[in-house]
C-alpha cells in the first residue's frame, strides 16, 4: 500500500494500482493504472526527487509519504 498523507488528506494507493511517479518542478506527479493521475504540489527539494526512485524500487509492504513530516518516506515490511 502506498499511503500519501499531504494537509490532513490521506490517499491510500494499492500497490498493484501504481504505475509510476515523477518529480516536477511543482512538486510530484502520480500515475495509476486505471489513467487516473495525482499531482501534489510542493516545493522540490532534494527528498522530494528522491521518492519517485524509492518508489519505482521500493519491495516494502507500506510506502508512507507524509509531507508534513521531518521524514518524508518510511518503509515498512
Same mark, same amino acid.
Given at each position: 500500500?502506498?499511503?500519501? %498523507?499531504?494537509?490532513?488528506?490521506?490517499?491510500?494507493?494499492? #500497490?498493484g494500482d501504481f504505475i509510476t511517479a515523477q518529480d516536477t518542478?511543482?512538486?510530484?506527479?502520480? %500515475?495509476f493504472k486505471d489513467t487516473s493521475e495525482l499531482r501534489i504540489y510542493c516545493e522540490t527539494t532534494g527528498q522530494i526527487k528522491a521518492i519517485p526512485d524509492i518508489l519505482m524500487k521500493?519491495?516494502? %509492504? #507500506?510506502?508512507?509519504?507524509?509531507?508534513?513530516? %521531518? #521524514?518524508?518516506?518510511?518503509?515498512e515490511n
Open positions: 500500500m502506498i499511503i500519501i %498523507k499531504k494537509d490532513g488528506k490521506e490517499f491510500r494507493i494499492p #500497490n518542478s511543482e512538486g510530484l506527479f502520480f %500515475k521500493a519491495t516494502a %509492504k #507500506n510506502i508512507i509519504i507524509d509531507f508534513s513530516s %521531518k #521524514n518524508l518516506i518510511s518503509l
